[in-house]
């Protein structure tokens, strides 16, 4: 079992026992220590309207027209906004799920938040004010569009104000670390006092767009962060264009494809406190040549930015940094504070948000609707039922799948988007209620609904979040208008892409037909234990900078292993050592998934285990049976001593990198194709535990058709050149992992 369910379901049981006497001394923040936890169980659900942008009676705010401001200006700003409902007109629960008090609520304050503002380039009209999640931007295909991205964000240390001050960053983890204090607290993290509190200078932030086929220059990678006063920056800053020491100037090409991409803050070790800040947006690029024919529009297509927070009982956001009572933010404390005083392993909130807004309504007609899913979460999955109304998948991620795919749920990972068409024709009058069934941390954490477990009496264990099993409501009760003339995705033929999708997988757990496979890249994921629980998660056993890894470092003298030739196909083989899932995201390149197979999870992690060196080394002492060499890199040379394979469809003699030993003798059999809403184009996909995730990767625009049984290895596709500039990254899409150690960089190469 996972040792970390038992750490916070644990907790979770005090709290449902004595939440009456611990609430008042409940706190989060280092800086603000007054703050107090309001359970989540005391807030009113369906109490809040769905925020909506874009035309239609229920749009807050119309989206941005990229098409028509292709310069634009983006400050990343503090704010407010209204978010929990006014208890003088919606009373909040006088009890929590156990039956006892929830604090009195006479009156809560607007949430301060951080957020992206948006003006046209010149500055001189704002297209939309601060909101969280940010007012969406369209853009169109093959029309760029140019943004200065303004850092405006105020700190604690100038301004007490900021919501720096309740929302903490680790000074001992790896991060962007703009006063220079880091290598002293990552290698001693008790030799200074500031290693020990959070961070309150000048905040670092870099926008990444995720899902863009953008040149790395403007990707917004962990290390091109800056800050908003005092002109300092990352590494890997760039600017299209000459800017103000709090700005940078990024292009996007808009040549791919057209999908649901969305932008967010990628600061290196900030990206968790940043994004549950408010930093978050929708980026809808359309191509209406490409596109397909007459989805539900205008008011009937609407986005939906799903997350999970606490709040405080003045309604601000509520960030666990372990200050407060272990039990009282439901995430306990750090599993080890004499190495990370402040870092939390995965995020667990007790509040649903929506679009900002908490288990909220949505009056709709009865006909169909398009809704573009996004999970915005920290660490929380979601296995969305939208009762009785049917419900097809259109899309993935950034890309449409081929035709429509009747799904019962809508499974989706943080960083992942869902596209679907809901049909409430027909349920005029009624309600549906949006559930959720997945425990966080998935597949065996807390639980929104009752499940199975001999642990419990009985051998069925009661929710340990019964209100996370709620997501919003839809009421089928706002009259029709004219009627109903979007493609109906129940009928053959209609929702379809225009063009198919360029294959590189049948869709059904096979390599497409001449399919040429340039490398296989076996790596792993693993994760460390300190004395308390979870210290570190890392991408093949890797440091983020790869220097760090004696076995990485052996072989790449600036620790990058990852490097991919342009217009190459790879087939990854990512190999899940821990116990949770992982959604795991690559910039610029998309993939298809080409399955999953469940692997002997007691007799490999040893096999791997016993390849490390034998000899004791200061990063390789074998006092673990299973973790001898914590961070060391992978067990092998990365090159595999020359390994070599022949893939399933035939082709012989294919390189083998990555440094881990084969599964050859360890697989268990029937590999599960993906889910057909899943089996196009990806950039985030979920590696299961106890599986290796096989995914081929390919290093050319989507759209590029495929040569038969020829390598496009060496050739650029892209329209700009994917080998200049710092390079990308790819990591775990579970923010608190990604900010501590379980992301890589990687490079183009020619």
């Given at each position: 079992m996972n040792g970390r369910k038992y750490l916070i379901w644990g907790a979770c049981l005090v709290l449902l026992a004595g939440m009456a006497m611990i609430v008042p001394a409940a706190s989060a923040s280092t800086n603000v220590p007054t703050q107090s936890w309001l359970p989540g169980e005391c807030i009113p659900q369906f109490a809040t309207s769905l925020p909506v942008f874009g035309p239609g009676p229920n749009a807050a705010l119309p989206r941005v027209d990229a098409r028509a401001n292709p310069s634009l200006l983006v400050k990343?700003?503090?704010?407010?906004?209204?978010v929990l409902p006014d208890p003088q007109q919606k009373p909040y629960n006088p009890k929590d799920n156990a039956g006892l008090a929830c604090p009195a609520m006479t009156t809560v304050l607007p949430t301060t938040i951080w957020a992206y503002e948006i003006w046209n380039g010149a500055g001189t009209t704002q297209l939309a004010p601060a909101y969280w999640p940010a007012v969406t931007v369209e853009a169109r295909r093959f029309v760029p569009t140019t943004v200065k991205y303004e850092n405006d964000l105020p700190d604690f240390a100038s301004n007490i104000t900021s919501l720096q001050g309740l929302i903490s960053v680790d000074q001992t983890i790896h991060w962007a670390d703009p006063l220079g204090t880091m290598m002293t607290c990552m290698d001693n993290p008790q030799a200074a006092p500031e290693c020990s509190r959070p961070y309150t200078g000048p905040p670092p932030a870099v926008p990444h767009l995720h899902g863009g086929e953008v040149p790395s220059q403007f990707d917004g990678g962990p290390e091109a962060w800056w800050t908003p006063t005092g002109g300092l920056r990352g590494p890997a800053y760039n600017s299209f264009v000459p800017a103000a020491y709090?700005?940078?100037?990024?292009?996007?090409?808009?040549?791919?494809?057209?999908?649901?991409?969305?932008?967010?803050?990628?600061?290196?070790?900030?990206?968790?406190?940043?994004?549950?800040?408010?930093l978050e947006a929708f980026y809808f690029l359309r191509d209406p040549a490409t596109e397909p024919k007459n989805l539900p529009s205008g008011a009937y297509e609407i986005e939906m930015a799903v997350q999970d927070r606490q709040f405080d009982t003045t309604g601000q956001l509520f960030f666990p940094d372990g200050t407060g009572n272990p039990v009282s933010n439901l995430n306990g404390t750090p599993p080890n504070p004499t190495v990370h005083p402040l870092w939390i392993p995965e995020f667990a909130g007790d509040v649903v948000v929506v679009n900002g807004s908490p288990w909220p309504v949505l009056k709709v007609e009865p006909r169909r609707y398009r809704f573009r899913i996004l999970d915005g979460s920290n660490a929380r999955f979601y296995?969305?039922?939208?009762?009785?109304?049917?419900?097809?998948?259109?899309?993935?991620?950034?890309?449409?799948?081929?035709?429509?795919?009747?799904?019962?749920?809508?499974?989706?990972?943080?960083?992942?988007?869902?596209?679907?068409?809901?049909?409430?024709?027909?349920?005029?009058?009624?309600?549906?209620t949006v559930t959720n069934d997945a425990p966080i941390p998935y597949p065996m954490g807390l639980s929104p609904v009752p499940f199975s477990d001999p642990m419990c009496a009985g051998g069925t264990c009661p929710a340990d979040q019964p209100q996370m099993a709620?997501?919003?409501?839809?009421?089928?009760?706002?009259?029709m208008v004219g009627t109903d003339t979007s493609c109906n995705p129940s009928v053959v033929g209609q929702c379809t892409r225009v063009s198919k999708t360029v294959r590189l997988t049948?869709?059904?757990?096979?390599?497409?037909?001449?399919?040429?496979?340039?490398?296989?890249?076996?790596?792993?994921?693993?994760?460390?234990?300190?004395?308390?629980?979870?210290?570190?998660?890392?991408?093949?056993?890797?440091?983020?900078?790869?220097?760090r890894s004696p076995g990485i470092a052996a072989d790449f003298a600036d620790g990058i292993s990852e490097k991919p030739r342009q217009g190459s196909v790879e087939l990854w083989e990512i190999i899940n050592l821990t116990m949770d899932a992982h959604p795991m995201h690559t910039h610029l390149a998309q993939f298809q998934?080409?399955?999953?197979?469940?692997?002997?999870?007691?007799?490999?992690?040893?096999?791997?285990?016993?390849?490390?060196?034998?000899?004791?080394?200061?990063?390789?002492?074998?006092?673990?049976?299973?973790?001898?060499?914590?961070?060391?890199?992978?067990?092998?040379?990365?090159?595999?001593?020359?390994?070599?394979?022949?893939?399933?469809?035939?082709?012989?003699?294919?390189?083998?990198?990555?440094?881990?030993?084969?599964?050859?003798?360890?697989?268990?059999?029937?590999?599960?194709?993906?889910?057909?809403?899943e089996a196009g184009w990806k950039d985030t996909a979920k590696a299961m535990p106890g599986q290796v995730l096989r995914m081929l990767v390919r290093w050319t625009p989507t759209s590029t058709p495929v040569k038969p049984n020829v390598t496009l290895a060496g050739q650029n596709y892209y329209p700009f050149d994917p080998t200049s500039g710092p390079g990308y990254v790819w990591h775990c899409h579970i923010i608190d992992h990604e900010d501590n150690e379980m992301m890589r960089p990687y490079k183009v190469v020619k």
């Open positions: 990343m700003v503090q704010s407010s906004r209204e709090n700005q940078a100037v990024y292009r996007y090409p808009n040549a791919q494809e057209p999908g649901t991409l969305w932008f967010h803050d990628h600061a290196l070790g900030a990206t968790r406190t940043n994004v549950y800040s408010g296995n969305l039922n939208f009762g009785s109304a049917p419900v097809y998948a259109i899309g993935a991620d950034d890309a449409y799948i081929d035709k429509p795919v009747k799904i019962t749920k809508v499974f989706i990972a943080p960083g992942e988007r869902a596209d679907v068409i809901v049909d409430f024709t027909g349920l005029g009058g009624q309600s549906v709620s997501i919003m409501r839809f009421d089928v009760t706002a009259p049948n869709g059904l757990g096979n390599i497409a037909p001449g399919i040429k496979v340039d490398r296989v890249r076996r790596v792993v994921l693993k994760e460390h234990q300190g004395p308390g629980g979870p210290l570190e998660v890392l991408v093949n056993n890797t440091k983020w900078d790869g220097t998934i080409l399955n999953r197979e469940s692997y002997d999870s007691l007799t490999y992690p040893a096999a791997w285990a016993d390849a490390f060196p034998k000899a004791p080394t200061p990063t390789c002492d074998r006092l673990d049976p299973l973790n001898p060499c914590p961070a060391y890199g992978p067990p092998l040379p990365y090159n595999n001593n020359g390994e070599t394979t022949t893939l399933p469809n035939g082709q012989t003699g294919v390189p083998v990198v990555g440094g881990n030993p084969s599964l050859a003798g360890y697989l268990l059999g029937n590999p599960a194709a993906p889910s057909p809403d």
